[in-house]
């Protein structure tokens, strides 16, 4: 059972202290917690000579009736016949050659991106995702099951002959299958923490304290929103789209003209051309089995066929940061609307937020210039040294470490601390990237 009213709210005011407390809770089962729309206490509808605050839980029950459809598999591909089949595609398209034109760009582009999807088409098996699917389920296990079941049959028909040796064999095939069951989910879940990028302890925290849900389940109910002044409700998809772009994508501040200052300072550090080792480094720090872009090309697939991707994105990478010119189907990308947990009510759109799935090849130069940056940055020492975000060998702990230093510095010296917290909402769909330019010439 998980807890639908969020902890942050009372609903009891003591008689004769006034004060306010929690006593009544509101639970929901997991398989139902994507159905909550609402669950919160309404002050205003407080009953006479009563204490305790109304509390209204509002569920969708919605039927489903979205069929699901079969997905790649990319976890049981043979990547050496699909690294065969690929090699094989490339080499029936033009060599990888120096682009010279918008054109050639396009061509280019769009032929190696078929090419990759065709493959995946081809050698890629499909996985039909149910309700009782297992990340940690392997086929020894379906194997087992199937002969523990099939010795409980046998074991049924002679339930009558108790010395009958179906039993022992029944009793000891559960008992491997339920062993070799418990086996495998804990060690899915060691190798996915030894694998995992900064298995720090804010990481396992998050995976610890969030509860298990599945938010792609989710169906988005009717949303009240504002517009103008007057209070709306979103119904349809569109509707609704609308809703949560404007809730996630503010419109922008107004922006004074930043070409008023001309003379910027000189370059610390010409541009340099792009290397093979560059391209093949940034693919390999990949992560393997995140979810692909709009293209339906993963970061597995590069990363396995990086010998022979690696020459015909060189060309295309190179080219895009000489020129400035890009391939706009790569930019294209898809919004996942999750909750966010915790919330009492999620008819409003500020109780969503957006996850953007980028296209893998497009991922992959994106990193690359702000490698770039970053050394630049580091070389020259163009950030303040309390700088901790997006910086290499910088984490939250150490910023949290530099902020406890301070606080008991002054403490020692017998002073009062005073800390300033800002959450900036919507900061980054806000950036103006005119001005993001200049602010870097300044630089």
Known sequence: MELALPGSIPMHCHNVTKRW????????SEHSENMLIACDTFADQIGINTDHLPILTELNLAANIIAERPIPNFRNVDWEVFHKTLEKNLARSAPAARLTSQLQLDSKCEELTAIIQATIQEQVPLLKITSKSKRWWTKELTLLHRKAEKLGRLAYKHKTEVSHSIHTEHKEAAKRYDKTLQYTKKQHWRDWLEKVEDPDIWTTSKLVSVPATDGGKARIPPLKHTIGG??????TNGEKSNALTRAFFPAKPAETDPRVELLYPPQCRKTTRLTAEQVCGQIGKLKLYKAPGPDGIPNIVLSKCAD????????????MLETGHM???????????LR??????YDLPKAYRPIALLNTMWKVITALVAEQLMHVSEKYNLLPANHFGGRPGCTT?????????????????????????LDIE?????TVPERLVHNLHKR
């Open 21 to 28: 407390s929690r006593l009544d809770q509101v639970f929901i």
């Open 230 to 235: 007057q209070e709306r409700t979103a119904r």
């Open 308 to 319: 022979l991707l690696t020459p015909h994105l060189l060309n295309v990478y190179a080219y």
């Open 327 to 337: 391939f706009q189907p790569w930019k294209c990308f898809t919004t996942v609307v």
């Open 340 to 345: 966010k947990l915790g919330k009492p009510r």
């Open 397 to 421: 702990t150490d910023a949290m470490h530099l902020l406890l230093s301070n606080i008991k510095s002054l403490w020692r010296g017998r002073m009062v601390t005073s800390v300033l917290f």
């Open 426 to 430: 919507g900061a980054f769909p806000n």
